[in-house]
């Protein structure tokens, strides 16, 4: 039985990567989009009886959405064995709840379709906030790796005197287990958001004096988050604050937002490709797939 790993358009170095560590061969896969727009895909490597890997970074999913099906159903009609999804980076985990009337519950609603279309799905520290495993949403096997060690090992060779600062509740999970593995103090901040660019973030900050604060959060989206955090800790830090996210996702004015509230240094982990990425998890991605490849 032979692994095949097939990149979805865009995400071809993603899909060199997995293939290096996986000693797997890289799949062809011809995209075009019609001139109105629709998407023409070709798997043009054989995938008869093979443990597929669709590897996608979902940053900004929707258009990438119906070429990840188009490329799963064109697998399985070609003999593929299984179809597994290695996406580093989970989209749509944030809207875990119905806050107010109406509103779609996109997580579920995404990973029903991910689960009727793949037989596993593989990612990094997914956004786990009010839902406490994947399991509870996905019915499908799914391996999460954790971005933990390798941001802690990070910190260790790059930081002196670190305080790793979670600018939020939902960040400790994270913050927490960088402190622990880098052997450095953790305080973790409170953050109320007013809207997708306005939080306000508050909380003690007794125990960052004298060290350089280094922020860990899972995602940078408007950046905001990291800025209102990195003001608050710029006043009893000895350096200017380091900033390091799990998920790249860099939204307008998300640089902008960095530059301005004075950060040092921003640095994220390769779970989408950014000019910030400083720490390589992937090792650590494709060993939690490794199960799913395993002949069986
Ligand atoms: C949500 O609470 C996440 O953990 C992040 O804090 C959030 O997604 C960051 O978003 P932004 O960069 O837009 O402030």
Same mark, same amino acid.
């Given at each position: 039985?032979?692994?095949?790993?097939?990149?979805?358009?865009?995400?071809?170095?993603?899909?060199?990567?997995?293939?290096?560590?996986?000693?797997?061969?890289?799949?062809?896969?011809?995209?075009?989009?019609?001139?109105?727009?629709? !998407?023409?895909?070709?798997?043009? =490597?054989?995938?008869?009886?093979?443990?597929?890997? +669709?590897? $996608?970074?979902?940053?900004?999913?929707?258009?990438?959405?119906?070429?990840?099906?188009?490329?799963?159903?064109?697998?399985?009609?070609?003999?593929?064995?299984?179809?597994?999804?290695?996406?580093? @980076?989970? !989209? @749509?985990?944030?809207?875990?709840?119905?806050?107010? *009337?109406?509103?779609?519950?996109?997580?579920?609603?995404?990973? =029903?379709?991910?689960?009727?279309?793949?037989?596993?799905?593989?990612?990094?520290?997914?956004?786990?906030?009010? @839902?406490?495993?994947?399991?509870? +949403?996905?019915?499908?096997?799914?391996?999460?790796?954790?971005?933990?060690?390798?941001?802690?090992?990070?910190?260790?060779?790059?930081?002196? *005197?670190?305080?790793?600062?979670?600018?939020?509740?939902? =960040?400790?999970?994270? /913050?927490? &287990?960088?402190?622990?593995?880098?052997?450095?103090?953790?305080?973790?901040?409170?953050?109320?958001?007013?809207?997708?660019?306005?939080?306000?973030? #508050?909380?003690?900050?007794?125990?960052? $004096?004298?060290?350089?604060?280094?922020? +860990?959060?899972?995602? +940078? =989206?408007?950046?905001?988050?990291?800025? &209102?955090?990195?003001?608050?800790?710029?006043?009893?830090?000895? /350096?200017?604050?380091?900033?390091?996210?799990?998920? $790249?996702?860099?939204?307008?004015?998300?640089?902008?937002?960095?530059?301005?509230?004075?950060?040092?240094?921003?640095?994220?982990?390769?779970?989408?490709?950014?000019?910030?990425?400083?720490?390589?998890?992937? #090792?650590?991605? $494709?060993? /939690?797939?490794?199960?799913?490849?395993?002949?069986?």
């Amino acid at each position: 039985m032979t692994t095949i790993i097939l990149p979805a358009p865009g995400h071809e170095r993603l899909g060199r990567t997995l293939a290096q560590h996986l000693g797997a061969p890289l799949g062809r896969v011809e995209f075009r989009r019609f001139p109105d727009g629709e !998407a023409y895909v070709r798997i043009a =490597s054989p995938v008869q009886g093979a443990e597929v890997v +669709i590897a $996608a970074g979902l940053r900004d999913p929707d258009p990438q959405l119906p070429t990840l099906l188009f490329m799963a159903e064109a697998a399985r009609e070609m003999g593929a064995r299984h179809v597994g999804l290695a996406a580093p @980076y989970l !989209a @749509y985990m944030r809207q875990d709840q119905r806050f107010r *009337d109406g509103e779609a519950v996109t997580s579920r609603t995404f990973a =029903s379709l991910v689960s009727r279309t793949f037989d596993w799905l593989c990612t990094v520290d997914p956004h786990l906030h009010r @839902y406490a495993a994947l399991e509870e +949403i996905y019915r499908i096997p799914t391996a999460i790796a954790h971005a933990a060690p390798d941001i802690a090992r990070w910190v260790r060779e790059n930081v002196r *005197d670190a305080v790793v600062v979670g600018p939020d509740s939902e =960040s400790e999970q994270w /913050a927490a &287990e960088v402190a622990r593995a880098a052997g450095v103090p953790c305080t973790v901040l409170e953050k109320v958001r007013h809207g997708d660019r306005d939080v306000r973030v #508050a909380g003690e900050t007794r125990d960052i $004096a004298g060290r350089t604060p280094v922020l +860990i959060d899972d995602i +940078i =989206s408007s950046a905001r988050t990291m800025a &209102e955090a990195a003001g608050l800790v710029r006043t009893v830090g000895t /350096a200017a604050p380091v900033c390091v996210g799990i998920h $790249a996702l860099f939204a307008e004015g998300a640089e902008g937002a960095l530059r301005e509230a004075g950060i040092a240094r921003v640095v994220t982990c390769n779970t989408l490709e950014h000019p910030t990425n400083g720490i390589d998890v992937s #090792a650590a991605f $494709a060993a /939690a797939m490794r199960p799913f490849l395993r002949p069986g």
